[in-house]
């Protein structure tokens, strides 16, 4: 961005609790735009929280994929707010649906009270290539498919292109998120992003630290070839990992990142990955 910004991007981390999730408000020169809304209700209200203390007026939220680390906290933002589009693609409002009852009945025991008690849904769908004019800022949407979750998108913002927010498809310097189990269309959803993304400024990502595009797709591009090459080695055409092979994984893993940050998701992803990989063609 230059010293005349046309927007201002505030990030906001949760806890390791609730896995290192970022949600955005973009500032534009009269308004707030939400990128993901948080899971817990704790955190929602800490995002929304952000957004009064900034003290512009909150115009639409935008949703990068449907897990419910990045919609749960949709309802507790908009509380009170009246009227306020919630915005995603056809395909990703039709996954939030679909596992929506499943992530309830999997986390709510974990979190009690913190599970909104009832999830808000977008009501503004757009299609893909689909851009959007805040302030005169425009929001591009564009659809990967599955990759990290079951459909993936990306929202490109600023007039040359200065941010992107790529939710889950790019991890920044943590973990990655692997039970999905679509590792290879998730490769191929970053050749896609590395094409269409020369020349953006700075990619947010879902969890971890902003940085270059190109650098932060090369790590992601390395960590999902690590991790399928080491989950095939190990679970040698088995649909799942033995308790031994996982802490192995975890080793392989930390090789090539090493951090600690989501380490909790390199087991978590294992067998579903091996399940992938066992399928033909994977
Ligand atoms: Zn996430």
């Known amino acids: 961005m230059g010293s005349d910004p046309d927007f201002i991007v505030h990030q906001i981390t949760s806890g390791p609790n ?43 939220v935008l949703i990068t994929h449907g897990h419910p680390d990045h919609y749960n906290g949709v309802g507790e933002l908009l509380m009170g707010l009246g009227n306020i589009p919630v915005i995603a693609t056809e395909s ?34 757009v299609s893909d290539r689909e851009t959007l004019l805040f302030d005169g800022v425009p929001f591009t949407v564009r659809e990967l498919g599955p ?34 189990g679509h590792s290879l269309d998730w490769l191929s959803s970053l050749d896609v992003i590395e094409k269409e993304l020369q020349g953006v400024g700075t990619l947010y990502t879902g969890h971890g630290n902003p940085g270059p ?26 649909s799942s990992l033995s308790a031994e092979a996982k802490k192995d994984l975890i080793r392989a893993m930390k090789e090539v990142l090493a951090t600690d940050a989501l380490e909790g998701f390199i087991t978590a992803g294992a067998d579903a990955v091996a399940s992938e990989l066992s399928r033909k063609g994977n």
Not at 24 to 47: H, P, Q
Not at 213 to 238: E, I
Request: net charge positive.
């Open 18 to 60: 609730t896995f290192l999730t970022n949600a955005f408000l973009i500032e534009t020169s009269g308004s707030l735009v939400a990128v993901d809304a948080m899971m817990t209700v704790s955190d929602a209200r800490n995002l929304r929280r952000r957004a009064d203390i900034i003290g512009k007026p909150l115009r639409s």
């Open 213 to 238: 595009p190109m650098d932060l797709v090369a790590s992601q591009r390395r960590y999902l070839l690590h991790y399928r090459k080491t989950v095939r080695n190990l679970s040698k055409g088995k």
């Open 92 to 125: 990703v409002d039709r996954t939030m649906r679909r596992i929506d009852d499943a992530k309830e009945i999997q986390w709510r025991p974990v979190f009690g009270e913190e599970w909104p008690k009832e999830r808000v849904f977008p009501d503004r769908l």
């Open 147 to 180: 990759g990290e979750s079951h459909c993936d998108l990306f929202w490109t913002v600023g007039t040359s292109r200065q941010a992107v927010f790529v939710g889950d498809v790019v991890f920044g310097g943590v973990h990655s998120f692997m039970n999905d």
